[in-house]
């Protein structure tokens, strides 16, 4: 069975909350039921690195209501990243969940089988997550991501409460950042900018569980 690495950047750098797209659920805070993937199995290996670029946020989320992260491989810097060994299939599944697609279907099909002709940037739609990159290969595996195909398009919109602190957990748990340092990555991104301090995100990336800090 063909894997792939499924690199995260944004909520799914907290695997508890990457969960909800393997094995379904509501993440806390969420206001959304995941079906989760055909085959609900953990990856088979998890491992934490950076890759060129940065985060925007941007549009709006149904799960979270306030805007989403995106990679954009063109920002200066590095994005800290989380990568989940999966299955074609499973990264099929994942991405039909980011659009609301169901797992197991037309699209996620589709996705499966092109992925291993993918050499660098594949967009399947405009839909927000329907840009597929590749981001080199780790172990002789390729690794990819989803993203939007037009960041400039976008509207920038700041991200709410929940959705960072799942970021900012992520983050804590894959790196081992402390809130400092969570907050001055955060920070700067476009959308976040003018919206978060870096203080209320040191507060928010402080926090255990879901009694979020009063900003």
């Known amino acids: 069975m063909q894997r792939v690495w499924y690199i995260a950047y944004g909520s ?8 909800c797209y393997l094995s ?18 953990d990856p088979d290996r998890i491992v934490s690195l950076d890759v060129p670029g940065g985060l925007i946020f941007a549009g709006r989320s149904g799960t979270w209501g306030g805007g989403m992260a995106f990679y954009d491989a063109h920002a200066p810097g590095r994005a800290a ?31 499966a089988g092109l992925l291993p002709d993918v050499e660098s940037v594949h967009t399947t739609g405009t839909g927000r997550y329907e840009t597929v990159t590749r981001l ?34 992520g983050l804590r748990e894959a790196h081992g950042w ?6 001055s990555y955060l920070a700067d991104a476009p959308g976040i900018s003018g919206s978060w301090t870096h203080d209320e995100i040191a507060a928010l990336a402080r926090t255990d569980g879901f009694d979020l800090p009063a900003r």
């Open 24 to 41: 379904g659920g509501r993440p806390a805070g969420g206001m959304r039921e995941y079906a989760g993937c055909r085959d609900p199995r």
């Open 81 to 111: 990243c989380r990568a989940y060994l999966v299955t074609t299939d499973q990264f099929a599944d994942i991405t039909a969940q980011e659009m609301r697609r169901a797992p197991g279907g037309g699209y996620a099909r589709h996705l």
């Open 178 to 183: 402390d809130q400092g340092r969570i907050a």
């Open 12 to 19: 799914n750098l907290a695997l508890e909350r990457f969960r």
């Open 136 to 169: 080199g290969v780790r172990n002789g595996t390729p690794m990819f991501t989803v993203t939007h195909d037009d960041l400039a398009g976008l509207e920038l919109t700041a991200p709410t409460a929940s959705y960072l602190r799942w970021i900012c957990a």
